[in-house]
């Protein structure tokens, strides 16, 4: 096989199992839950030159939360995917991402914006950023997002978002590495 050929061959490969991945986690939680909005978001890694981060969530709002979850609040979680061109040897490096979040409106923000906290797990296609070694494909991302509302009913959202990705030293080689994302969110049914 010709190598740019195999190349292709290995990146769509990748691309379809982390396709097949975000579907199967977004099919087990599906069934007790609803699509509640869509989210695209574009941003940079902190720590390197010239990488760009592009991706999309969904995220599942569950039909009820215990009460304890709900106080001060909205339970959700997401179901995303993330892609950083060029940075794994020259290919590109996709993630699976699923998450439980937290959104809350401080009464100084409220209607016009909100925070949302949150911490989940994500799967990468590989193991490199350029010449840094990740020492896993395994990551959890504890995030935090501000974002504003063009007015208080509006269906659309924009926000930056800071995203934390490492091991947690469960490997011994643990860098990890920083995302700050602008988003653009889109919420179905909203008031």
Do not use: C
């Not at 995303?80 to 959104?103: I, K």
């Not at 016009?112 to 991302?141: K, M, P």
């Not at 924009?158 to 643990?174: E, F, M, P, W, Y």
């Amino acid at each position: 096989m010709i190598p740019h050929r195999r190349q292709t061959t290995t990146k769509r490969r990748t691309l379809a199992g982390v396709l097949a991945g975000a579907l199967t986690l977004a099919a087990i939680p599906a069934a007790a839950t609803e699509i509640s909005s869509v989210r695209g978001r574009v941003g940079t890694l902190y720590d390197f030159d010239g990488i760009d981060a592009r991706s999309i969530a969904i995220t599942l709002e569950p039909d009820d939360w215990p009460a304890i979850f709900r106080r001060g609040g909205d339970m959700h979680y997401e179901v995303g995917v993330l892609r950083l061109p060029r940075v794994d040897r020259g290919d590109d490096l996709y993630g699976l991402h699923f998450a439980p979040a937290w959104q809350f409106a401080p009464r100084v923000l409220a209607p016009y914006a909100f925070i949302e906290l949150g911490i989940g797990a994500t799967w990468l296609s590989g193991r490199h950023i350029r010449a840094r070694d990740l020492g896993s494909r395994l990551h959890f991302v504890p995030h935090a997002l501000l974002a504003f509302r063009p007015a208080a009913s509006s269906p659309w959202h924009a926000g930056l978002r800071i995203r934390h990705t490492s091991n947690a030293d469960l490997i011994s080689t643990n860098p990890g590495f920083d995302l700050i994302q602008l988003e653009i969110g889109f919420r179905f049914g909203a008031d």
